[in-house]
């Protein structure tokens, strides 16, 4: 479930920044990366998941 909303979110920020070109690449990068990471860091493993 995860997978695929992460890959909805990479590939709609992609065309919103292609359209528009609000800021640099490298910082819409960072912003993206540190939203997936800040999140994903505090989910923690699934009771019962291949843990990670």
């Known amino acids: 479930m995860w997978g695929h909303g992460i890959v909805?979110?990479?590939?709609a920020a992609g065309d919103w920044w292609l359209g528009e070109r609000p800021c640099p690449r490298d910082e819409l990068v960072r912003s993206l990366a540190d939203l997936l990471w800040?999140?994903?860091?505090a989910a923690g493993d699934k009771v019962g998941g291949p843990g990670f």
């Open 38 to 41: 800040g999140r994903l860091a």
């Open 8 to 11: 909805g979110m990479m590939h």
